[in-house]
């Protein structure tokens, strides 16, 4: 029986919980005090964390200066596009109708009605030849249609595949630069991108050098009230430990900040919104070190040549619009004479053998002619003057070219004697921070055994986070002297491999 009792007992405590807890979750509800799962960690649980790869893939996407260059391009293929469509066939057709009344005294007396189509075919090759082709088929009391032809051939101004395709052979050109212009967006975007991720990186790292400084400074408070209160120090030496901690905890509110403002920037650089929910990967800094390669010093200028993009288009722009200018520019100087030929048959009127189609066959009604039209100008100083201006035009383009190559393979020198420069810095960092921890560590236990002051330890401190924020900006820096190397070389795409995508 004294069993059965504490069996009940059990179990009523139990119900009593289970109904206590119910009561509590439906009160917790009803106030809107979620629990963490369902709404404290909704935002986490939506935030999406991208990789650098995954940043610089989502700004080759994203980024609104790579989409322009998309844009522009397209127009450029549309302005190559109407280029070559003016050495198709052309067509044209126009039609009219026309009806007439007129009464005289009351009394109808004339009624005219007239249809006319005229189609049309034109047609310009590539040595300037002008070929059309026009028909009129008028209707009115009979069917009186014609048929003509003219062609006009340039001989001396004019003529030439070089000349007639000059602005076609411009398009090409400025085609194959938009191109290029895409290319060097994306280098530009997918490095921006690096160096903004390297910012972040850098951020958060000195965040997290400075919480280890505070953690110290904070330990030597602690250390310093035992050693007062053992009579081993005194007191006014806390003063400096604690104006450590508030240091400490003023540059980590920097650090926050700065942190922040990174972040911003690194989502500017993709190009997305800044209020996106987006979170950074940790970046291992050796493992992207050794993603780039050092070429040699004459390897780095040759690339720099081969695949700089400005250099490139100034060089098309040289060899191809200047100097075509120079050739129109001496054509305009030249004799005009020109070849015109012309066919009719046709275009009678009345009946009989002047209507219908057989007017067109049966010779009734044709008409041929051929001439020269010569054209010379004299003391045409405008011509001359234009001439002058683009063989001026052309000297000023070969020696701006030669000197933006001076300039090209001077910053090759300077961003490979960077990469030298800064992996030396970071060999002689990492150095002095192994040694300046390990000054801290005698600091701390001299400290601890009464040998030196508290003043001293924070100097050891202060040289110690030095130490630390030198060595992780020669990390950074080097690291970003390799990818402005790399984008220099226009290796960028390739490094990370990006395809570029034509729209």
């Not at 250390?223 to 540059?251: D, P, R």
């Not at 040759?302 to 191809?320: A, P, R, S």
């Not at 619009?321 to 004479?337: C, F, G, P």
């Not at 701390?444 to 508290?454: M, R, V």
């Amino acid at each position: 029986m004294q069993t059965k009792k504490i069996y009940c007992f059990i179990l009523c405590f139990c119900a009593f919980s289970i109904a206590y807890a119910d009561e509590q979750t439906s009160t917790n509800y009803i106030e809107g005090n979620f629990p963490p799962s369902t709404k404290q960690n909704e935002s986490i649980q939506r935030k999406v964390k991208l990789s650098l790869d995954d940043a610089i893939l989502l700004a080759v996407r994203t980024n609104p200066n790579v989409q322009n260059s998309q844009l522009a391009h397209v127009l450029q293929k549309f302005d190559l596009w109407i280029q070559q469509w003016q050495f198709l066939p052309h067509y044209s057709f126009g039609a009219s109708a026309n009806y007439g009344r007129s009464i005289v005294g009351g009394q109808p007396s004339t009624t005219n009605q007239n249809f006319n189509v005229q189609p049309n075919a034109s047609l310009l090759t590539p040595i300037g030849t002008n070929i059309s082709i026009n028909s009129t088929n008028s209707q009115s009391d009979h069917y009186n249609p014609s048929l003509s032809a003219q062609i006009q051939q340039p001989l001396m101004r004019g003529f030439g595949r070089a000349i007639v395709e000059a602005n076609l052979n411009n398009a090409r050109d400025s085609e194959y630069i938009s191109r290029l212009s895409i290319e060097g967006v994306l280098r530009t975007t997918v490095t921006g991108v690096i160096n903004s991720y390297l910012d972040v990186v850098n951020a958060e790292s000195t965040l997290t050098i400075d919480k280890e400084a505070l953690a110290r400074a904070e330990k030597s408070v602690e250390q310093t009230k035992l050693f007062i209160q053992a009579g081993h120090k005194a007191g006014n030496e806390l003063i400096t430990v604690q104006a450590n901690v508030a240091t400490a905890k003023s540059q980590l509110e920097n650090d926050k900040n700065n942190v922040k403002q990174t972040r911003y920037a690194l989502l500017a650089a993709i190009g997305v919104d800044p209020n996106s929910n987006l979170d950074f990967s940790n970046l291992n800094i050796e493992n992207l070190i050794n993603k780039y390669h050092s070429p040699t010093l004459q390897e780095t200028k040759n690339l720099i040549l081969e695949n700089d993009i400005q250099y490139q288009t100034d060089k098309i722009t040289l060899n191809g619009m200047t100097t075509r200018n120079v050739m129109i520019a001496e054509d305009n100087t030249r004799w005009q004479l020109n070849l015109n030929a012309n066919v009719t048959t046709g275009s009678g009127s009345g009946g009989g053998q002047n209507a219908g189609v057989n007017s067109l066959l049966n010779g009734s009604n044709e008409g041929q002619s051929i001439g020269l039209t010569l054209s010379i100008p004299i003391d045409d100083q405008f011509s001359k003057q234009s001439v002058l201006s683009a063989k001026i035009a052309l000297k000023e383009s070969r020696l701006a070219l030669m000197q933006e190559k001076w300039n090209k393979e001077t910053g090759a020198i300077n961003g490979w004697n960077s990469v030298i420069s800064a992996e030396r810095t970071l060999r002689f960092a990492i150095s002095a921070e192994k040694l300046q921890i390990q000054t801290y560590n005698l600091s701390y236990q001299k400290y601890l055994h009464g040998l030196i002051d508290s003043l001293e330890l924070q100097t050891a401190q202060v040289q110690l986070i030095q130490a630390q924020q030198a060595s992780l900006s020669a990390r950074i820096a080097y690291l970003k002297s390799l990818v402005n190397l790399d984008f220099l070389m226009g290796h960028t795409l390739r490094t990370w491999d990006v395809k570029v995508r034509f729209a």
